[in-house]
């Protein structure tokens, strides 16, 4: 009898050794768990009878964000392309650096209007053409755009009640045909646009 009690013992102790652990998810309880599966961005790895899982910031395939995307560390991309679907704020500690990254050209030969999209880009002409502003907003404060004269005049207009400013009056275009000649504006408060880079000498009209 003895050495039957000594055998339900020791196989209790073994199940209950092998139960598993308690998963959770912050302070959402998922569950018990006997298996670990380390998917992208995890690292396991065994030490003596230690399970180590540590994040893995490199990613070498493409990436898809939908939602917002928060990353306190360093984060590398070592090939594959990012679609990010959803606006997204980085904040830097004054050493940061992005690079790698083409703010976009945009060249019509033909009047065009640009839009919030086009913040950051470069607007070159390959013909004399005219081309409005993004209309002003809050969203777009900060927003840049470069204009370089290429062929022909370049006409630049603000939209209602959008002035560049000191350049021109309420409603005014700016506009320059020489060649080389550049612009940057930035819309940095309510209904003004300011250069903050110019080169060759451009007039105002409407």
């Given amino acids: 009898m003895k050495l039957i009690m000594t055998t339900v013992l020791a196989v209790l102790f073994s199940l209950s050794a ?42 070498t395939g493409p990436l898809t964000i939908s939602g917002p995307l928060l990353v306190s560390g360093a984060m590398n991309l070592s090939s594959g392309p990012v679609n990010i679907s959803a606006a997204v704020t980085v904040y830097g500690d004054g050493t940061s650096v992005i690079a790698g990254f083409s703010p976009g050209l945009v060249s019509s030969p033909t009047a065009v209007s640009l839009t919030g999209a086009d913040c950051g880009k470069t607007v070159v002409n390959p013909a004399a053409v005219s081309v409005d502003l993004p209309v002003g907003a809050a969203s777009l404060l900060g927003c840049k755009i470069a204009f370089h004269v290429v062929s022909g005049a370049l006409y630049v207009n603000p939209r209602g009640s959008d002035r560049i400013y000191p350049v021109a009056t309420a409603g005014n275009y700016v506009t320059n045909s020489g060649a080389s000649n550049l612009i940057e504006l930035q819309y940095i408060t309510t209904n003004l646009w300011w250069p903050v880079a110019i080169s060759g000498v451009w007039t105002s009209g409407n």
């Fill in 18 to 59: 092998f139960a598993g652990f308690q998963g959770y998810q912050d302070t959402t309880n998922l569950g018990v768990f006997n298996k670990v599966k380390c998917s992208t961005g995890m690292t396991c790895t065994k030490s003596g009878d230690k399970l180590n899982i540590v994040a893995s910031p490199s990613i």
